[in-house]
T-cell receptor, first 113, second 116 residues
Framework: DGGITQSPKYLFRKEGQNVTLSCEQNLNHDAMYWYRQDPGQGLRLIYYSQIVNDFQKGDIAEGYSVSREKKESFPLTVTSAQKNPTAFYLC????????????FGPGTRLTVL | QKEVEQDPGPLSVPEGAIVSLNCTYS??????FMWYRQYSRKGPELLMY????GNKEDGRFTAQVDKSSKYISLFIRDSQPSDSATYLC????????????????FGTGTQLKVEL
């Protein structure tokens, strides 16, 4: 079964802690993305990557970091510098840089206590 | 003003009704248009993809793009309770983000409820 998996589904964090959200895809897609979704707002792009060991900041990268050591994996770390981290985080992938359609994982709900 | 405007709803219709969901946009460079369906606490699922103006039909779903009016629509015929979800429009100018990848701009989503 091809697809995108995200873990965990729910994550709770205390203030001041860093947490890492997992994203894995077996679609053989080159490009991967992280979005944040908040009520009443559209999806906002945090980071994206087109190839291994290369990634770029999106519109709201402050307080987040990523790595792309393998083609199929694109973990997102939410650092203590992120002032309002409680949100629904979505990972997506697309075939390559010229493909518009993005496919999403099931999401991780992060709550800061 | 947001680049993409979408009425948040909620929109409530009886089963079997024809549903019309819409987005307006301001960026005339947008030429690729998508509709995603998102069930509560799930990731968005791609429903329809269209390029430039015109109609595209897939089963009970029809996507319509009017670039002259900067207006896109998704029609759902014979709506079912299982269609109850939030519908997101997304669009792209087709440009390539610096360093690769593709920039999508999303609407905020319209919440649809189809009642028995």
């Amino acid at each position: 079964d091809g697809g995108i998996t995200q873990s965990p589904k729910y994550l709770f964090r205390k203030e001041g802690q860093n947490v890492t959200l997992s994203c894995e895809q077996n679609l053989n897609h080159d490009a991967m993305y992280w979005y944040r979704q908040d009520p009443g707002q559209g999806l906002r792009l945090i980071y994206y990557s087109q190839i291994v060991n290369d990634f770029q900041k999106g519109d709201i990268a402050e307080g987040y970091s990523v790595s792309r050591e393998k083609k199929e994996s694109f973990p997102l770390t939410v650092t203590s510098a992120q002032k309002n981290p409680t949100a629904f985080y979505l990972c997506a992938s697309s075939l390559d840089r010229s493909t518009d359609t993005q496919y999403f994982g099931p999401g991780t709900r992060l709550t800061v206590l | 003003q947001k680049e993409v405007e979408q009425d948040p709803g909620p929109l409530s219709v009886p089963e079997g009704a024809i549903v019309s969901l819409n987005c307006t946009y301001s960026n005339s460079a947008f030429q690729y248009f998508m509709w995603y369906r998102q069930y509560s606490r799930k990731g968005p699922e791609l429903l329809m993809y269209t390029y430039s103006s015109g109609n595209k039909e897939d089963g009970r779903f029809t996507a319509q793009v009017d670039k002259s009016s900067k207006y896109i629509s998704l029609f759902i015929r014979d709506s079912q309770p299982s269609d109850s979800a939030t519908y997101l429009c997304a669009m792209s100018a087709g440009g390539i983000l610096t360093g690769g990848g593709n920039k999508l701009t999303f609407g905020t989503g319209t919440q649809l409820k189809v009642e028995l």
